[in-house]
């Protein structure tokens, strides 16, 4: 029988992340192909760890009988311009497909999980690093010839599988491949493990292809929750603050228990309650009452060593870190955590006294130093490491008294005055002061350098006084910081900011 001549490849490429089963999902399809006759070829690039980038899956699927065609060579890696299909099991994951040229308009048909998980640099911005989602989304719509969006994550999840499977469904939902729905189901019962939860999962992901699709902004969230702690803060809420107020304040109750007690969620509107008064000629939108609500609470729930070690052993971790790797019921899972506490984050979490004899000693304070120089590792799926985070974690119960608290507590105070104090006299600036503690996050070298620069914009404000662009110099200031962890871009305005206010009061 004579050869007909090498038809074009439908050629896919799949960017998935470690545990997502993004490798599983290339071999469903190249075992799909192969039944079905055809040729077909997957390859692999590894991507980075700790999520600055997916391994990228490629496969070229040669249409026609194998018998009937000659032995192609097909492509190693995915060329921009040339890629019919493209799965990305997470949004930012599509987005770089489209930077990247392999997404266009003419003959690509992008399936995306809507879900996010934040790179590295999004995290680690000192501000709100996050990329927008309705411009992820936009970008993903507007390159691509068909652009199915849906959480496959969470159909996922709620399958008992793992997102490879919802995302095998959506494929083949779109008819992009030349195969039955049958087809793709046989090539997961071929595949023999955990074939009932692959399955649920394909159908999941088959039949969204016919919900709406995903929404163009980030999910809402819910109102905070309420128990029954402190169902009297929350009745004080409505007696003293205004309703406009209500949901910040709620939420910010909630936080403020969950990281101390339901006495510190009171102290939360103990603080507040002298503002609502000092304000209320002025503030009739409640815009500044609303944005020293918000940093009031995370300033007041700081991060610091006990904080960290709670959150490492709560139940809800591990059942977090369990279904993100796919583990299985009876499946051993062993958790590493890095800690590299300085002598300064021990002391801060002693009681005052003790604390500042610990920074002051000249024997205990550098022998400390060298015990914590390199760190530890600490299993926390271990008795052993789970114990020793417990035992960290019950410094809660001294934080009121702790040397950080009472320097915290000072921070809040002074900055709180200067929010009433200049609420009446250029209430834009008050708003801006209201909103510096943005800069104050984290723990350890993050923390310290947000801390300088929060303390440098304050201590810009005697030379900001009645300058009618002071709110604005304020925000500036602030964005600037915010930019660069480095401190340079700071530093560079606020040089100039001292000799033109000399000038303006000459």
């Known amino acids: 029988m004579p050869l007909e001549a090498t038809p074009r490849p439908i050629k896919i490429a799949i960017l998935a992340m470690g545990g997502e089963g993004g490798g599983v999902l290339a071999d469903w399809i190249v075992a799909t192909a192969e039944h079905a006759g055809f040729h077909a070829q997957s390859t692999s690039v590894p991507g980075v ?49 489209v930077q990247r040229g392999l997404v266009t308009p003419d003959r690509t048909v992008l399936i995306a999980s809507s879900n996010r998980v934040y790179a590295l640099p999004e995290k680690m911005a000192m501000g709100d690093g996050r990329k927008d989602y309705a411009s992820l ?44 729905r049958q087809d793709f189901e046989a090539a997961i019962e071929r595949g023999g493990i955990g074939v009932a939860a692959s399955l649920l999962a394909f159908d999941a992901g088959f039949r969204a292809h016919a919900d709406a699709p995903a929404p163009t902004s980030a999910p809402q ?30 939420a910010g109750i909630v936080r403020t228990a969950d990281y101390q007690d339901p006495a510190y969620a009171a102290l939360y509107l103990d603080r507040l309650r002298p503002l609502v008064d000092a304000v209320r000629n002025v503030d009739p939108a409640a815009r500044l009452l609303r944005e020293t609500a918000r ?73 400390l130093a060298r015990a914590t120089r390199r760190g530890r590792i600490v299993r926390t799926s271990s008795l052993r490491g ?37 609420a009446s006299e250029d209430y834009d600036l008050a708003c801006e002061i209201a909103e510096c503690p ?56 606020l040089s100039g900011i001292e000799p033109a206010a000399r000038g303006a009061r000459a």
């Open 137 to 180: 989304y936009e970008a993903g719509r507007a390159a691509a010839l068909e652009f199915v969006c849906r959480d496959y994550s969470a159909l996922a999840e709620r399958s008992g599988s793992v997102i490879s499977a919802t995302l095998f469904g959506a494929l083949a939902a779109t008819g992009a491949l030349p195969w039955d």
């Open 49 to 97: 760890a700790q999520r600055t980038g997916a391994t990228i899956y490629y496969v070229e699927v040669l249409p026609g009988p194998r018998d009937r065609t000659r032995t192609p060579v097909l492509g190693l890696m995915p060329v921009p311009g040339d890629v019919d299909v493209v799965i990305a099991s997470e949004l930012m994951e599509a987005a770089r497909a």
């Open 438 to 493: 943005r800069l104050i996050k984290g723990y350890g070298d993050t923390h310290a350098r947000g801390l300088g620069s929060y303390r440098k914009i304050i201590a810009m404000l005697p030379a900001l006084r009645g300058r009618g662009d002071a709110a604005r110099t304020v925000a500036s200031l602030r964005e600037a910081a915010l930019a660069d962890d480095s401190g340079e871009q700071l530093a560079r305005q």
């Open 221 to 250: 969230t819910t109102g905070a929750a309420i128990d029954a702690r402190l169902a009297p803060l929350d009745a004080r809420i409505d007696r003293e603050f205004p309703a406009r107020l209500k949901e910040i304040l709620r």
């Open 386 to 422: 789970f114990l020793l985070l417990y035992g960290v974690a019950s410094f809660k119960r001294l934080r009121p008294r702790s040397l950080r608290q009472e320097r915290e507590t000072a921070g809040m105070r002074d900055w709180l005055d200067l929010v009433a104090r200049h």
């Open 295 to 367: 940093y009031l609470a995370l300033w007041m729930t700081y991060e610091d060593t006990v904080r960290v070690a709670e959150l490492k052993i709560r139940a809800t971790r591990f059942d977090r870190v369990r279904q993100q790797h796919g583990a299985r019921a009876g499946q051993m899972l062993r958790i590493n955590e890095f800690f590299h506490p300085r002598p300064e984050e021990i002391a801060d979490m002693l009681p005052a006294g003790l604390g500042r004899w610990l920074l002051d000693s000249r024997w205990a304070g550098p022998l």
